[in-house]
């Protein structure tokens, strides 16, 4: 059941350099170099915490193992995927920003090219990550995949893209131009609220 009326504290901690996995249902998960750091929610106010543990909840009820890396040379969308995917031992890979959007990426793919793309941040909902993380796990496994249903509103750009351009401006202060990405430990503790 996805995470509602429950608040949830994380904890990530950048640890070794990344190196690419060996196991073949491994799918990384490649965060921004802000996110849940200096920046800690979504463009719609999401908390990072409920995102990642969503993606990471559809990953591991599907039969994955997801990994958690931290990109520190580009918060670019298109190649914090696929790094992730270059670094996963299934050869697939998540994006995702601090803003909240999202790609599913491959190995073999070009940079810019991908699997699935979730562009469009603010109609992205906590069942979308979840799903998002569960069809990772399944192109990790050779599973046939469904694509992620998704939610097309013409106005979300307008109405939102001063403040994405915003936030992906604030993301890229983060950029550290020759750091390698890093393993990032992830720890989450649950609370009810109210």
Known sequence: MPIGSISIEMSLTDLEQSQKGSNPKEVVICISPAFGKEMKKTIIKEEHAKVLREIIS?????????????????????????????????????????????????????????????????????????????????????????????????????????IAAILYLKEAQYVVKNKKSVDVEYKFAMKEEG
Not at 107 to 132: G, V
């Open 58 to 162: 559809g990953i591991e009820e599907s039969g994955g193992t997801p990994r958690v890396i931290r990109s520190y040379h580009t918060a670019d969308l298109a190649f914090m995927g696929h790094q992730a995917a270059k670094q996963s031992g299934s050869g697939i890979g998540v994006g995702l920003q601090s803003r909240g959007t999202t790609v599913i990426h491959q190995r073999d793919l070009d940079p810019l090219s991908n699997l699935e793309l979730f562009p469009q941040s603010p109609l992205i909902t906590l069942e979308t990550y979840r799903a998002i993380g569960r069809n990772a796990a399944f192109y990790a496994l050779g599973e046939s995949v469904d694509p992620v249903p998704v939610v097309n509103d013409q106005m979300a750009r307008p109405r939102y893209q001063a």
